[in-house]
């Protein structure tokens, strides 16, 4: 079956630091959707991107989707303590109507 | 609008027992979709639905109904717990494939 990964599966930085995670999937996809989720919260639906080398930007966070469609990056640019949380990508293939979710990557920043 | 609204908030169910989880959406969302979260494994699809009357099987539907005879209802039921079924139980909605999922603020199911 599908499956998407994310690594780093774990980052800490210190505010002011960039960050980025990457999204790996082992099937091509239709589209890729990333979320937030903040402990102890549920996830938030961030953005989607549906065309290959796709690159949309929300003020400090640029998200990517590969030439291939089968990867995509977040990068959050000089990281605040706001940004504490767990960032998942969630993909689809062709037609299908489930969303597969990354791992997740939890980061966490520290004055 | 509530969103998606799931209950009970947190239930400690006895091995064997069963009990349905509930999920309710007021936007008139077609999908719908049951994920389980566990430390580690992100989130995990149970089931899903793209309308009322129709529903599929996700990764790990083992253990696990589901039913839409409504387009704001997806109730998901567990047939008889185990201690493996302990997770953090996450319904979400959307309009079609091509939009976001709103999700519900979650079921923190123990079972002992």
């Known amino acids: 079956g599908q499956q998407v990964m994310q690594i780093p599966q774990y980052q800490h930085v210190q505010e002011g630091e960039d960050f980025t995670t990457y999204c790996n999937s082992s099937t091509t996809l239709s589209n890729i959707q990333w979320y937030k989720q903040r402990p102890g919260g549920h996830p938030v639906f961030l953005i989607q991107?549906?065309?290959?080398?796709e690159v949309k930007k929300q003020k400090r966070l640029t998200f990517q989707f590969g030439e291939a469609k089968k990867n995509s990056s977040l990068h959050i640019t000089a990281t605040q303590t706001t940004d504490v949380g767990t960032y998942f990508c969630?993909?689809?293939?062709?037609?299908?109507?489930?969303?597969?979710f990354g791992t997740g990557t939890r980061l966490q920043v520290t004055l | 609008n509530a969103g998606v609204t799931q209950t009970p908030k947190f239930q400690v169910l006895k091995t064997g027992q069963s009990m349905t989880l509930q999920c309710a959406q007021d936007?008139?969302?077609?999908?719908m979709s049951w994920y389980r979260q566990d430390p580690g494994m992100g989130l995990r699809l149970i089931h899903y639905?793209?309308?009322?009357?129709?529903?599929d099987q996700g990764e790990v539907p083992n253990g696990y109904n589901v039913s839409r005879s409504t387009t704001e209802d997806f109730p998901l039921r567990l047939l008889s717990a185990a201690p493996s079924q302990t997770s953090v139980y996450f319904c979400a909605s959307s309009w079609t494939a091509n939009y976001g999922y709103t999700f519900g603020s979650g079921t923190r199911l123990t079972v002992v």
């Open positions: 969630a993909g689809r293939t062709g037609t299908a109507s489930k969303l597969t």
């Open positions: 936007m008139n969302h077609e999908y």
């Open positions: 991107l549906v065309k290959s080398g």
């Open positions: 639905s793209v309308g009322a009357g129709i529903t």
